[in-house]
């Protein structure tokens, strides 16, 4: 049993798993790993850094509130240049969040959506996110998402998985369709 949560912890050991590259996918296979994790009554937290509306996968993922919880730590807006406060501000708000979720024995994922991008845009720093990984409980499952990353992240992750552009219609000119991209 976990301690105050009154139910019995799934997994014995969790990782430490990175999604990363310049191709489309990681926040699709993020997703895909949450979905499965609800199916086999594994309860996922998901903090979405960097964004902020009203996504299809949100709409999705209410559905299933049972077993996913989905925050969003963004100003809804790309990071051009040097960030503003309000950047920063949600993001660490996002990270107080992922930290609570993560101690609180009430989840055994917990995906870090667009952390790297976060961390690449200046508004997280390589130690923040060293921090969350040195309190990560011993069955609590780390993900962390998105192009770029830490490096010393890289150096503590149990899988990495890098997507790579091979092709995409963007370079045709072809916009986000909801349901495919958005």
Do not use: C, W
């Not at 009554?41 to 850094?49: C, D, E, K, P, S």
């Not at 024995?105 to 961390?119: F, P, S």
């Amino acid at each position: 049993m976990d301690k105050g949560t009154g139910k019995e912890k799934l997994l014995e050991k969790g990782y430490i798993q990175i999604y990363t590259g310049d191709g489309k996918g990681k926040t699709t296979a993020a997703l895909g790993l949450a979905l499965r994790a609800a199916g086999a009554g594994l309860r996922v937290y998901i903090a979405q850094f960097m964004k902020k509306g009203e996504y299809s996968e949100i709409r999705a993922l209410r559905r299933l509130s049972d077993y996913i919880t989905v925050d969003q730590f963004g100003t809804g807006r790309f990071i051009r240049g040097t960030p503003g406060q309000e950047d920063i501000e949600a993001a660490r708000q996002g990270l107080a969040a992922v930290r609570e979720a993560m101690n609180s024995g009430k989840y055994d994922l917990v995906i870090l959506e667009e952390v790297n991008v976060a961390y690449g845009s200046g508004v997280l720093t390589e130690k923040q996110l060293l921090g969350i990984i040195d309190e990560k409980p011993e069955g609590t499952e780390l993900l962390f998402t998105g192009r770029g990353g830490a490096p010393a992240v890289f150096d503590k992750a149990d899988l990495i998985t890098e997507m790579k552009a091979v092709r995409h219609y963007f370079e045709k000119g072809v916009g986000a369709r909801t349901g495919i991209e958005n």
